[in-house]
């Protein structure tokens, strides 16, 4: 292995005065690819070292199951790997049993060569075999000594005849741009292996616009119109990222403020060309209209809409950095209506799903515009769509929603993201008397796709939730799926021929009723944040029975990764009924601080839940529901480095348990403390562990985490503490990066259920809410 290091550093020197640019603002170096061999760990965290700054780039794992690191090396610290294969050869550790020093790491390795482009592909599938065929790229490059990296890369790339995308993303230590080159091109630009670290192809988008006829209902309109009373202006929000909206609808003219209607690219015109966009601002503000056109009472609307559009005609055949464009999107709103605190972000563009479930640019940079890593921004809520079958796939349903896996952006930490269900079922349309229903009532839409078949289930709960998507019919003659008018959901659209109304549905339909059910929330209560309104949609969602019986025979897992968490009610997140008991908690929390040692866990938070102690005994053995739902935003830190305990793509975590009923509270805390430094290794389930729905190795996945505990109201009356818990993340495990004395957010939704009906957990609760404190 001594003999490969010095080799490599030999040829690296003959590269080195071939390629490199003579630059005194850049670090010179070569970039290693390791390999591990088959069947064993590499251990890449070992690799990097920050004091001689050779640097850990990317780690990717090939078909056959070897892991392979790019590592960046500057000149003159080759010698810290020879040294590391030397102490192995003649030092021995510490310890009973004593092993040579490094052995995990070097007995890891099989291979050391210079890397080549293909050595940073960090993408799914395989590196594009055209080398001479341009394409669009996502360069990730390592941003030590950013803005240097962007302008000598721009320039170095320019000079060549490469088209460099203006769109820039940072995230911690990483900067992606997009560029316009074949491979050779890419190998062509001097010192790029300097500063690389990952190459992906950037997508295309594979959003479906449905081309449905339109149902002439023009004469109920103006009918409605006269009923509706429209928000006040500085009512929550729907900000629709989409094609555009056509404002001059009458449906949607007095709701949406015609400065609040914008466009990401200042070139392009804020309507919809498309109507896509003016299709789920009618879903977004009204729901399905078809009710709303039945109905003669007055509706009293209580939130807006505004648009950015991010996607214009011919923009799907070169794929913009939508990660950029994104958040582009929500702050140009955010400067145009600044008093708006209460805007939900639906976004129904999504890209190809290739990416089951890893981090993505675009998933990323939603991740961090949700989590306000700008001090100067605002927490916002973004609602996405998980992505649609194609009309041919839909005729395998159910069977190929189960492998279609969720569409970027949708693998989102920190966003909702809405599959698709649906209830309807009823048709009057002539001459479909013998077509077949895909969907039976209650399960899973034909055009929803799911996460079940992500591989590494350690990445978070897709869908969150599901909402009505609209329904399809079998053809009997031919076996292919086929949309029809009653089976989708009626909404608005401005055509050139004067038709007002259309049909719509899929996940953009479902994404926009979910950003709906948020706004309708926010209008109730203002003052919550977007964290607590995204607990409060997932805490009320439930299984409808179809959704059982779909997935009847497997693991819980299964039914969270098809469904989420369910359906949610509004009534339920709303108000408490006399009959169930809800607490909302708001609060901040440090995780972590930093010791003149390491850095470690800080903050636990423990709140006393004022249970009815009494009106629990009275119920004694019967059964009652705890339900708890965390939630909270994550920093994110997406570049691909093997997602170990150092690298991990969120800031931290967050975690709650509850005491148990013979807990004393001191016991309460030391088994916290355990189960936290427990978590990189797993839960393990015990006995109390059993009375949770999911578990807590379940739930714990993401950054929304729900369960209920289901057990005596005797038992409920002990346990009468909640915990919340940080767990750890790269504020914690790279402490030089200065984000370890971070504060972050969460909220806390807990209620108590039970069926009696004739028992009133609300007044005593509300009666000792004011005592419910931070422990």
Same mark, same amino acid.
């Given at each position: 292995?001594?003999?490969?290091?010095?080799?490599?550093?030999?040829?690296?020197?003959?590269?080195?005065?071939?390629?490199? @640019?003579?630059?005194?603002?850049?670090?010179?170096?070569? @970039?290693?690819?390791?390999?591990?061999? @088959?069947?064993?760990?590499?251990?890449?965290?070992?690799?990097?070292?920050?004091?001689?700054?050779?640097?850990?780039?990317?780690?990717?794992?090939?078909?056959?199951?070897?892991?392979?690191?790019?590592?960046?090396?500057?000149?003159?610290?080759?010698?810290?790997?020879?040294?590391?294969?030397?102490?192995?050869?003649?030092?021995?550790?510490?310890?009973?049993?004593?092993?040579?020093?490094?052995?995990?790491?070097?007995?890891?390795?099989?291979?050391?060569?210079?890397?080549?482009?293909?050595?940073?592909?960090? !993408?799914?599938?395989?590196?594009?075999?055209?080398?001479?065929?341009?394409?669009?790229?996502?360069?990730?490059?390592?941003?030590?000594?950013?803005?240097?990296?962007?302008?000598?890369?721009?320039? !170095?790339?320019?000079?060549?005849?490469?088209?460099?995308?203006? /769109?820039?993303?940072?995230?911690?230590?990483?900067?992606?741009?997009?560029?316009?080159?074949?491979?050779?091109?890419?190998?062509?630009?001097?010192?790029?292996?300097? *500063?690389?670290?990952?190459?992906?192809?950037?997508?295309?988008?594979?959003?479906?616009?449905?081309?449905?006829?339109?149902?002439?209902?023009?004469?109920?309109?103006?009918?409605?119109? /006269?009923?509706?009373?429209?928000?006040?202006?500085?009512?929550?929000?729907?900000?629709?990222?989409?094609?555009?909206?056509?404002?001059?609808?009458?449906?949607?003219?007095?709701?949406?403020?015609?400065?609040?209607?914008?466009?990401?690219?200042?070139?392009?015109?804020?309507?919809?060309?498309?109507?896509?966009?003016?299709?789920?601002?009618?879903?977004?503000?009204?729901?399905?209209?078809?009710?709303?056109?039945?109905?003669?009472?007055?509706?009293?609307?209580? *939130?807006?809409?505004?648009?950015?559009?991010?996607?214009?005609?011919?923009?799907?055949?070169?794929?913009?950095?939508?990660?950029?464009?994104?958040?582009?999107?929500?702050?140009?709103?955010?400067?145009?209506?600044?008093?708006?605190?209460?805007?939900?972000?639906?976004?129904?563009?999504? =890209?190809?799903?290739?990416?089951?479930?890893?981090?993505?640019?675009?998933?990323?940079?939603?991740?961090?515009?949700?989590?306000?890593?700008?001090?100067?921004?605002?927490?916002?809520?973004?609602?996405?769509?998980?992505?649609?079958?194609?009309?041919?796939?839909?005729?395998?349903?159910?069977?190929?929603?189960?492998?279609?896996?969720?569409?970027?952006?949708?693998?989102?930490?920190?966003?909702?993201?809405?599959?698709?269900?649906?209830?309807?079922?009823?048709?009057?349309?002539?001459?479909?008397?013998?077509?077949?229903?895909?969907?039976?009532?209650?399960?899973?839409?034909?055009?929803?796709?799911?996460?079940?078949?992500?591989?590494?289930?350690?990445?978070?709960?897709?869908?969150?939730?599901?909402?009505?998507?609209?329904?399809?019919?079998?053809?009997?003659?031919?076996?292919? =799926?086929?949309?029809?008018?009653?089976?989708?959901?009626?909404?608005?659209?401005?055509?050139?021929?004067?038709?007002?109304?259309?049909?719509?549905?899929?996940?953009?339909?479902?994404?926009?009723?979910?950003?709906?059910?948020?706004?309708?929330?926010?209008?109730?209560?203002?003052?919550?944040?977007?964290?607590?309104?995204?607990?409060?949609?997932? *805490?009320?969602?439930?299984?409808?029975?179809?959704?059982?019986?779909?997935?009847?025979?497997?693991?819980?897992?299964?039914?969270?990764?098809?469904?989420?968490?369910?359906?949610?009610?509004?009534?339920?997140?709303?108000?408490?009924?006399?009959?169930?008991?809800?607490?909302?908690?708001?609060?901040?929390?440090?995780?972590?601080?930093?010791?003149?040692?390491?850095?470690?866990?800080?903050?636990?938070?423990?709140?006393?839940?004022?249970?009815?102690?009494?009106?629990?005994? !009275?119920?004694?053995?019967?059964?009652?529901?705890?339900?708890?739902?965390?939630?909270?935003?994550?920093?994110?830190?997406?570049?691909?480095?093997?997602?170990?305990?150092?690298?991990?793509?969120?800031?931290?975590?967050?975690?709650?348990?509850?005491?148990?009923?013979?807990?004393?509270?001191?016991?309460?805390?030391?088994?916290?403390?355990?189960?936290?430094?427990?978590?990189?290794?797993?839960?393990?389930?015990?006995?109390?562990?059993?009375?949770?729905?999911?578990?807590?190795?379940?739930?714990?996945?993401?950054?929304?985490?729900?369960?209920?505990?289901?057990?005596?109201?005797?038992?409920?009356? =002990?346990?009468?503490?909640?915990?919340?818990?940080?767990?750890?993340?790269?504020?914690?495990?790279?402490?030089?990066?200065?984000?370890?004395?971070?504060?972050?957010?969460?909220?806390?939704?807990?209620?108590?259920?039970?069926?009696?009906?004739?028992?009133?957990?609300?007044?005593?609760?509300?009666?000792?809410?004011?005592?419910?404190?931070?422990?």
């Amino acid at each position: 292995m001594i003999r490969q290091i010095k080799s490599i550093e030999a040829a690296g020197e003959e590269v080195n005065d071939k390629q490199n @640019v003579d630059r005194t603002d850049a670090i010179r170096g070569k @970039v290693l690819e390791f390999s591990g061999a @088959v069947g064993f760990d590499l251990k890449s965290d070992s690799l990097g070292y920050r004091t001689s700054r050779i640097e850990l780039r990317s780690v990717r794992r090939d078909e056959d199951g070897r892991i392979h690191a790019t590592v960046f090396v500057p000149d003159g610290q080759m010698g810290f790997f020879i040294k590391r294969c030397e102490q192995y050869a003649t030092e021995l550790g510490s310890g009973k049993k004593p092993r040579p020093r490094h052995q995990d790491l070097i007995e890891g390795i099989s291979q050391i060569r210079l890397a080549s482009l293909k050595s940073f592909w960090s !993408d799914a599938g395989s590196f594009p075999a055209e080398e001479d065929i341009e394409y669009w790229w996502e360069l990730w490059l390592s941003s030590e000594n950013e803005p240097e990296v962007a302008s000598l890369f721009q320039a !170095d790339a320019r000079s060549l005849g490469i088209t460099v995308a203006t /769109e820039k993303l940072r995230f911690p230590e990483r900067m992606v741009v997009l560029a316009r080159a074949s491979a050779n091109q890419l190998k062509s630009i001097p010192n790029l292996f300097e *500063h690389l670290a990952e190459v992906r192809l950037a997508k295309l988008l594979s959003s479906e616009l449905l081309e449905l006829p339109a149902v002439d209902q023009a004469e109920y309109i103006d009918e409605a119109l /006269e009923r509706i009373t429209v928000a006040v202006p500085a009512s929550p929000s729907v900000c629709h990222l989409d094609t555009g909206v056509n404002r001059a609808h009458p449906l949607l003219q007095q709701s949406i403020d015609e400065n609040h209607v914008l466009t990401v690219n200042p070139s392009w015109s804020a309507s919809d060309r498309v109507g896509h966009g003016t299709e789920m601002a009618g879903i977004a503000l009204y729901g399905c209209l078809t009710e709303v056109l039945n109905q003669t009472h007055v509706i009293s609307l209580s *939130h807006r809409i505004e648009s950015v559009k991010i996607m214009g005609l011919g923009t799907t055949s070169d794929p913009a950095l939508w990660g950029a464009m994104t958040q582009q999107a929500a702050n140009r709103i955010a400067i145009a209506s600044p008093e708006n605190n209460c805007r939900s972000f639906c976004l129904t563009v999504t =890209a190809q799903a290739r990416d089951e479930g890893y981090p993505s640019s675009w998933s990323a940079a939603i991740d961090q515009s949700a989590a306000a890593m700008d001090e100067e921004s605002s927490h916002r809520l973004f609602i996405i769509s998980a992505g649609n079958l194609s009309i041919e796939q839909r005729r395998e349903y159910p069977d190929r929603n189960f492998v279609e896996g969720i569409e970027d952006p949708g693998q989102s930490w920190n966003a909702i993201t809405v599959g698709g269900y649906t209830e309807k079922q009823s048709i009057r349309q002539s001459g479909l008397e013998e077509w077949e229903r895909l969907a039976v009532g209650g399960s899973l839409s034909p055009a929803s796709r799911t996460s079940r078949i992500w591989e590494d289930k350690s990445w978070p709960i897709k869908p969150e939730i599901v909402m009505e998507a609209g329904n399809m019919l079998r053809n009997p003659t031919t076996g292919d =799926a086929d949309f029809a008018d009653d089976l989708s959901l009626l909404t608005t659209r401005l055509d050139h021929n004067g038709s007002l109304l259309t049909t719509t549905g899929d996940t953009s339909a479902a994404a926009a009723l979910a950003s709906r059910f948020a706004a309708r929330l926010w209008a109730e209560y203002p003052r919550l944040w977007p964290e607590t309104i995204r607990a409060l949609i997932v *805490h009320s969602a439930t299984w409808t029975e179809a959704m059982h019986q779909m997935v009847q025979g497997t693991s819980r897992e299964t039914l969270l990764r098809t469904f989420g968490y369910g359906v949610p009610n509004f009534d339920s997140a709303s108000r408490s009924a006399n009959h169930s008991a809800t607490m909302i908690i708001e609060s901040q929390i440090q995780p972590f601080v930093k010791t003149t040692a390491r850095v470690k866990t800080k903050d636990m938070h423990f709140h006393r839940l004022p249970w009815p102690s009494e009106v629990l005994a !009275d119920l004694g053995e019967s059964e009652v529901r705890l339900k708890i739902t965390l939630s909270y935003f994550i920093q994110p830190s997406p570049g691909r480095r093997g997602w170990t305990k150092k690298h991990r793509y969120q800031s931290h975590g967050l975690r709650f348990d509850v005491k148990r009923p013979a807990d004393t509270d001191e016991e309460f805390r030391k088994r916290l403390t355990a189960s936290a430094r427990e978590e990189d290794e797993g839960y393990q389930s015990d006995r109390d562990d059993r009375k949770w729905v999911m578990g807590r190795n379940l739930r714990c996945k993401g950054s929304v985490h729900s369960d209920t505990w289901i057990g005596t109201a005797a038992d409920l009356a =002990a346990a009468n503490l909640v915990a919340v818990v940080p767990v750890t993340g790269w504020w914690k495990e790279r402490p030089h990066l200065g984000y370890h004395d971070s504060e972050t957010r969460y909220a806390l939704i807990i209620s108590i259920e039970t069926d009696d009906v004739q028992t009133d957990l609300y007044t005593p609760i509300e009666n000792a809410i004011a005592i419910s404190t931070i422990i």
